[in-house]
């Protein structure tokens, strides 16, 4: 009888040690909108490798038990990983529980998270004061708003880290302004961001050869 005993002790042992596991992970500095079931919601964001500025950033659906998100902060997190048994169909089947914070730093391109407005392009100061551009960076939707001086204008943020940022295609109004010319060299400048540097309250847009085709500051 003790040999049964110990017997189902050892196999509920390894029942318990495989369906918990441990791993590691970074979560994002922002969260992100997502879909879980039929409800709209914001997830985290995150990456199992190394390296930040290749990281590949995936929605995390099941919230992560005892972590705290904090806006701005990239974290190197180890959780506890555990397989449910009989979930519904679309319920979570892994549930996470935080055991140990690795590491926190502050991510610099959550100051780009704002809106800007135009002051140059193609390091030529413009010469109005009515019908500024605009960019507003949204990092939660990873998506771009603003005005080109005329037509209004959005797009999405293909590829952003420390140092690089594309946009892709900009969907933008199709009004007619006669009075305008600011349009459409901004139009041109936008599309062929690579690069930037933001200082204090100006961000600069470089193209390809690092050359500066749009300049902004911060709207207060």
């Avoid at 590691?24 to 409800?39: A, E, L």
């Amino acid at each position: 009888m003790l040999h049964i005993k110990s017997l189902l002790i050892i196999i509920l042992f390894t029942l318990v040690l495989t369906s918990c596991k441990t791993t590691t992970m970074w979560v994002n500095s922002t969260k992100k909108d997502c879909n879980v079931g039929t409800k709209n919601t914001t997830c985290l964001q995150v990456y199992y490798g190394k390296n930040l500025d290749q990281a590949t950033w995936e929605n995390l659906t099941t919230p992560i038990d005892r972590f705290k998100f904090e806006t701005g902060y990239f974290q190197h997190i180890e959780v506890s990983k555990t397989k449910l048994k009989n979930t519904p169909t679309d319920a979570n089947s892994i549930s996470y529980k935080l055991i140990n914070i690795l590491e926190k730093k502050q991510d610099p391109k959550v100051a780009l998270h704002d809106i800007w407005a135009v002051t140059h392009i193609n390091a030529n100061p413009i010469d109005t004061k009515i019908n500024i551009p605009t960019l507003e960076i949204n990092l939660t939707k990873m998506m771009i708003f603003g005005t080109d001086g005329c037509n209004s204008y959005s797009g999405k943020i293909i590829a952003l880290n420390s140092k690089n940022i594309t946009f892709g295609p900009v969907i933008s109004t199709k009004k007619m302004c006669f009075d305008v010319n600011i349009d459409r060299p901004f139009n041109l400048s936008i599309l062929q961001a690579t690069t930037y540097k933001k200082e204090k309250q100006n961000l600069y847009i470089y193209n390809p050869d690092g050359t500066e085709v749009l300049r902004f500051k911060k709207v207060d």
